[in-house]
């Protein structure tokens, strides 16, 4: 999977399966550039991580739900580089709250950020995409776009969605030589599925540790996934081993999704 000078543009890039794939694809001679929502020390140590490879990348601040960042962030990135070639899609927020509960603040803030971001990116990356007759496109879904899970609604519908858009997209821009497919992961061991944990655990009065052990009894492996397994197979799906594969989701989910 060589993706050396690769220029890779990563959405989400502080912490769990967005910090993975930074440090992956810098270490395989991508160009990286990574988006944060906040300049702060889990971004600072993301490109420690890349310094200590002998790599270097770039970090943006951008907010994915601003349209003026996002483009922003892209010409930047343009402008630097002369091209963009892959882009993963990868920032996202979870809402863990009963339907009747949830307010119109916290679906506009999901939807927002989880779908509305990556039409953003995609909306400023494809026209450069375009010129070049070349670029690859991951999106990030997940497993509760295909299954039901208690308590999230919004944030299942908002995966969903992205996997319905990447389906048209993948046809819309086939044409201009660039592949647009999903990946789906399950439970993966990153700090967003650490804090859906700590609200179960309040909501029960139980220890999050025995929550942790109760979900991980009820995975195929009895174990979570961890972000870097997730980011080898984003690498996959960027790098032209992948080169027929378009339109599709990848299910890296353990198993759950074949019970």
Known sequence: MDLKDKV???????????????VLFAERGAKVTFTVHTLDSRAERV?????????????????VSVEAEVERTVNDVIGREGRIDILVNNAGVVLIKPL??????????????????????????IPQMQKQKSGVIVNMSSVSGHVGQVYHTIYGSTKGAISAMTRALAWEVAPDGIRVNTISPGSVDTPMLRGDVAVESKRRNIDPEVVVKERAAHEAFKRWGTSEEIATVIAFLASEESSFVNGADILADGGWTAQ
């Open 47 to 63: 490109m420690t991580a890349v310094k200590k490879l002998g790599k270097s990348a770039h970090m943006a601040k951008c907010d």
């Open 8 to 22: 890779t543009l990563i959405t989400g890039g502080a912490t769990g399966i967005g910090r993975a794939c930074v």
């Open 100 to 125: 009747v509960e949830t307010t119109w603040e916290d679906f506009t803030k999901v939807v927002h950020t989880n779908l509305g971001g990556q039409f953003l990116f995609c909306k400023h990356v």
